[in-house]
């Protein structure tokens, strides 16, 4: 009997030491709680228990990056009535002979916005040229409206810092039809680019502090800028190289 009893022990003993490698338990043990019961022997180690949630690696978002629009300029033909005040008949060009151009414009909010200039049929090119180069630079322009929403009042556009073209209209102090009667030139931020006369003077108060030349600001445009140079590259010329008179908003198609 003794000798049955210690071999059975012993099988016990083997039984109960052969696995020579823990389970981890699913859960902690905490204490008073029953033990968790060991994976059966016949399943590898490497296998999860069904109880256990494998979390899915998290998947970072791919970053998204959004801009102002590009640029973009639509010409059309322009009706008789969207012209109520600055065309009549006797005009140098007939108004059939206008167009209308409707392009984006980098505001001084730094925002984009659409604006809207009325030119010859023939420098419709040269503008959108300008414009796009203006636009992707973020060159600010104040606004760009139509003179007639001053019913062509040159001084109440001029006032409201309007970006501007075709209007007609006499020179400044002159008897003959202006460039802007031709549709052949813009006007571009008049008040920070004002009319100077020869003695230094301007019509318009608020733009006094902008009279000399150079000046650093917002919408400014100075000698040999780059606003210049693309003026020129299409054969535009600006007031600001005038003798006497400046006109610092003044650019046209062969000068004048």
Known sequence: MKRAA???????????????????????TTPGSPAPSSAPSSVPSSTPSSSVTTPASPQTPSPTRTGPPAFSAKVTKISRDRLPYSWRPGCPVPYQDLRLVTMTYWGFDDQPHTGELVVRDTVTDDVVTVFRKLYDWRWPIRQMKLVDAYKADDYASIDADNT??????????SSSWSKHSYGQAIDLNPLENPYVTADGGTAHKNAKKYASRPMSGKGVINAGDKVVKAFANVGWEWGGYWSGTKDYQHFSKGGG
């Not at 501007?164 to 102090?173: D, I, K, Q």
Request: aromatic share 6%; proline share 6%.
């Open 6 to 28: 210690a071999i059975a022990f012993v099988v016990l003993a083997s039984v109960s030491c052969g696995a020579t490698e823990p389970v981890a338990s699913s859960a902690p």
């Open 164 to 173: 501007s073209a075709f209007n007609c209209r006499r020179a400044t102090g």
